[in-house]
């Protein structure tokens, strides 16, 4: 595992013991935690900054340390032509129209492939997660006996068949698969030979930004982006690609309230940045000014 990267967040569990929700059902989550017993859990993903992945391991490794379920997050090595393959089965997934030449198929597999070998050795049991299409083929690598879990967190519901029907392969070797929303399960996946579970999003509720603000600081920041706190807006995150930045664009032009889109996203596909660059593009177009942080518009007054 030397050529893995071993991600440990900075964030601390301390503040986990005094979050409601959990203190609601610690003892729950304890009873199932000792279930486990001596078994690892083993997060595998492509970055460890950035991304919606990121942001969840982030959390999800120290409120599983603080309940004892032994955990660690392994990212697989870096390599920009990988990388550049990987944002291309992106969009594929969603939609995208296309599909990926041999040669870029070999590069996705051989990487994964070439960087996963070691990861077999360890006898100790252990439950695999295994996040997104980045490292999907893994699974192919991993100990027979051990448990693997596909965890997919892009929506799914309309493939490009080109690329899914490369992928099932794969998909149908994993013990289960899970899914955020039940409409990302593809039409072509037999549930009957795969396990299909649905965990929908959730937060982080002792995260800094996910605590609730007194409301007179809430109103001080709806003010300085000259929102109207007495008229009804809407906040849609979503990422920023063809199949969805400009659905979210057409829908905030389409209501009539105040429409705030915050873009300063790079658009990796078109411009050769890799998955784990997303943060760091987006922080130097943001410092260089090359491109608006916010644009606001406001219909109600016919103009930005």
């Given at each position: 595992m030397?050529?893995?990267?071993?991600s440990e967040p900075s964030e601390v569990a301390e503040s986990y013991g005094d979050a409601a929700y959990l203190l609601r059902h610690a003892a729950e989550i304890r009873r199932l935690a000792a279930q486990i017993g001596d078994v690892q859990v083993i997060h595998l993903n492509s970055t460890g900054t950035g991304g919606g992945v990121a942001e969840i391991l982030t959390s999800l490794l120290p409120l599983s340390r603080w309940y004892n379920v032994d955990t660690g997050w392994l990212v697989i090595p870096p390599d920009q032509a990988y990388f550049g393959v990987t944002r291309k089965v992106h969009d594929l997934l969603q939609g995208a129209p296309g599909a990926l030449s041999d040669e870029e198929w070999r590069v996705y597999t051989s990487h994964v492939w070439s960087a996963g070998a070691p990861l077999a050795g360890n006898p100790r049991p252990r439950v695999w997660f295994v996040h997104d299409h980045q490292v999907l083929p893994i699974v192919q690598l991993l100990p027979p006996s051990d448990t693997k879990i596909w965890v997919s967190h892009v929506d799914t519901s309309a493939p490009n068949p080109?690329?899914?029907?490369?992928?099932?392969?794969?998909?149908?070797?994993?013990?289960?698969?899970?899914?955020?929303?039940?409409?990302?399960?593809?039409?072509?996946?037999?549930?009957?030979?795969?396990?299909?579970?649905?965990c929908p999003p959730a937060i982080d509720p002792v995260r800094r930004k996910n605590r609730l603000m007194p409301e007179s600081e809430a109103l001080d920041y709806v003010r300085r982006f000259r929102i109207d706190p007495d008229r009804p807006?809407?906040?849609q995150i979503s990422i920023a690609n063809a199949p969805k930045l400009y659905k979210a664009i057409l829908d905030a032009l389409e209501y009539r309230g105040t429409a705030f889109l915050q873009c300063f996203t790079t658009c990796q596909p078109?411009?050769?940045v890799a998955d784990d660059m997303a943060l760091t593009?987006?922080?130097?177009?943001r410092d260089s000014r090359a491109r608006p942080q916010s644009l606001q518009f406001r219909p109600i007054l016919g103009r930005p």
């Open positions: 030397d050529n893995w990267q071993r080109s690329i899914f029907d490369r992928l099932l392969p794969f998909i149908r070797q994993y013990d289960g698969v899970v899914f955020t929303l039940p409409q990302y399960v593809p039409d072509g996946l037999d549930r009957t030979r795969t396990p299909v579970s649905i807006f809407v906040a078109e411009h050769g593009q987006a922080q130097r177009v």
